[in-house]
């Protein structure tokens, strides 16, 4: 019979906790794209796409959001590779703005891998295409679908997900030079896109017709007792909007930062008016606003470049509930 003391137990049940430590602590410390020398690609299903990286803000999270979506029907985690910088350069515009959508993604510091199955899959910027056709295809469990289209701007991609996605945005309640909305004030948000807009053929709403819209919201919106109408001008030419507020009661101004913006809109946008049809922006202003209550420049009367060529389907990239205003078909106005 052997007689072990108990000091020496006591030795040998350190000595295994100290190497199991030392195991969990260099598992750890494995590549994140590697366990135990498998590539993790081998350990589950993934997707990806083309990114519009340089584009801003709008249609950055039109791509991410619309790209979740589809990894959900599809049963897939949704990667990013980071191919250049202005990957990473994208990445931090998000990661300002709406840092929980980017934590749905797995982000690798590397190049497209060769084992990609490259899908042909949305061609168009803002028309939906279905992601179930996908199911269809013949793959291996290990290959990652990388799809080839760009934009995804249509709402269609990413269906019963605004609450999660408003839940992703940074939140912030610093915004001492803007009217705040509760049971006295009514906020209506006018955005502007103008710029570039002009370069691309892309529709610009007009003064004549903000002003319109806006005396309409003003007219038509229902209030509560005591309750006042205010508006707030957002946007890329800050001339330009200060002419409509120039001279005007209850009419505010927003030098804030795009994450600001949105983040404003979330707590306080009782309703949002998109000004030129096309805006991302100002899309995704509407859609996370507090109030639901969306009116936009109706597209189908303009002479908008997309919307000609039959790149945009307005059933698909505006939705139902929003409410289209007629404005100017000629978009240099």
Same mark, same amino acid.
């Given at each position: 019979?052997?007689?072990?003391?108990?000091?020496?137990?006591?030795?040998?049940?350190?000595?295994?906790?100290?190497?199991?430590?030392?195991?969990?602590?260099?598992?750890?410390?494995?590549?994140?794209?590697?366990?135990?020398?498998?590539?993790?690609?081998?350990?589950?299903?993934?997707?990806?796409?083309?990114?519009?990286?340089?584009?801003?803000?709008? =249609?950055?999270?039109?791509?991410?959001?619309?790209?979740?979506?589809?990894?959900?029907?599809?049963?897939?985690?949704?990667?990013?590779?980071?191919?250049?910088?202005?990957?990473?350069?994208?990445? =931090?515009?998000?990661?300002?703005?709406?840092?929980?959508?980017?934590?749905?993604?797995?982000?690798? =510091?590397?190049?497209?891998?060769?084992?990609?199955?490259?899908?042909?899959?949305?061609?168009?910027?803002?028309?939906?295409?279905?992601?179930?056709?996908?199911?269809?295809?013949?793959?291996?469990?290990?290959?990652?679908?990388?799809?080839?289209?760009? *934009? *995804?701007?249509?709402?269609?991609?990413?269906?019963?997900?605004?609450?999660?996605?408003?839940?992703?945005?940074?939140?912030?309640?610093?915004?001492?030079?803007?009217?705040?909305?509760?049971?006295?004030?009514?906020?209506?948000?006018?955005?502007?896109?103008?710029?570039?807009?002009?370069?691309?053929?892309?529709?610009?709403?007009?003064?004549?017709?903000?002003?319109?819209?806006?005396?309409?919201?003003?007219?038509?919106?229902?209030?509560?007792?005591?309750?006042?109408?205010?508006?707030?001008?957002?946007?890329?030419?800050?001339?330009?909007?200060?002419?409509?507020?120039? =001279?005007?009661?209850? *009419?505010?101004?927003?030098?804030?930062?795009?994450?600001?913006?949105?983040?404003?809109?979330?707590?306080?946008?009782?309703?949002?008016?998109?000004?030129?049809?096309?805006?991302?922006?100002?899309?995704?202003?509407?859609?996370?606003?507090?109030?639901?209550?969306?009116? *936009?420049?109706?597209?189908?009367?303009?002479?908008?470049?997309?919307?000609?060529?039959?790149?945009?389907?307005?059933?698909?990239?505006?939705?139902?509930?929003?409410?289209?205003?007629?404005?100017?078909?000629?978009?240099?106005?």
């Amino acid at each position: 019979m052997i007689i072990v003391s108990r000091g020496f137990s006591l030795y040998f049940f350190l000595l295994w906790t100290f190497l199991l430590v030392l195991v969990v602590y260099f598992y750890t410390l494995l590549p994140e794209n590697e366990v135990n020398g498998t590539p993790v690609f081998e350990e589950r299903k993934f997707i990806s796409s083309n990114f519009a990286v340089s584009k801003q803000l709008g =249609n950055n999270i039109f791509e991410l959001a619309s790209i979740l979506g589809i990894s959900r029907v599809l049963h897939r985690t949704p990667v990013i590779f980071l191919q250049n910088s202005t990957y990473q350069y994208m990445l =931090n515009r998000v990661i300002q703005s709406i840092p929980g959508l980017l934590e749905e993604f797995l982000v690798l =510091n590397e190049t497209v891998p060769d084992q990609v199955v490259w899908v042909d899959f949305n061609r168009k910027c803002c028309t939906f295409e279905n992601p179930q056709k996908l199911k269809n295809w013949k793959l291996q469990e290990n290959e990652i679908i990388y799809l080839t289209g760009l *934009y *995804y701007q249509s709402f269609k991609y990413f269906p019963n997900m605004r609450s999660e996605l408003r839940g992703f945005l940074e939140t912030s309640e610093k915004f001492p030079t803007l009217p705040k909305s509760d049971n006295k004030n009514y906020v209506t948000c006018v955005h502007i896109r103008r710029s570039d807009f002009f370069d691309v053929g892309f529709h610009v709403g007009s003064e004549k017709s903000i002003r319109e819209v806006i005396g309409y919201i003003k007219t038509n919106v229902t209030l509560l007792q005591d309750q006042k109408v205010s508006f707030v001008i957002f946007g890329d030419d800050i001339n330009f909007m200060r002419s409509l507020i120039q =001279n005007q009661v209850n *009419y505010y101004l927003s030098e804030n930062s795009d994450s600001e913006d949105l983040a404003y809109a979330k707590k306080n946008c009782d309703a949002v008016f998109i000004s030129s049809a096309h805006s991302t922006f100002g899309w995704w202003m509407g859609y996370l606003s507090k109030g639901n209550q969306v009116y *936009y420049a109706d597209i189908r009367g303009t002479n908008d470049s997309v919307y000609k060529t039959g790149d945009l389907k307005p059933d698909d990239y505006y939705l139902p509930h929003w409410i289209p205003v007629k404005v100017e078909a000629d978009i240099f106005v």
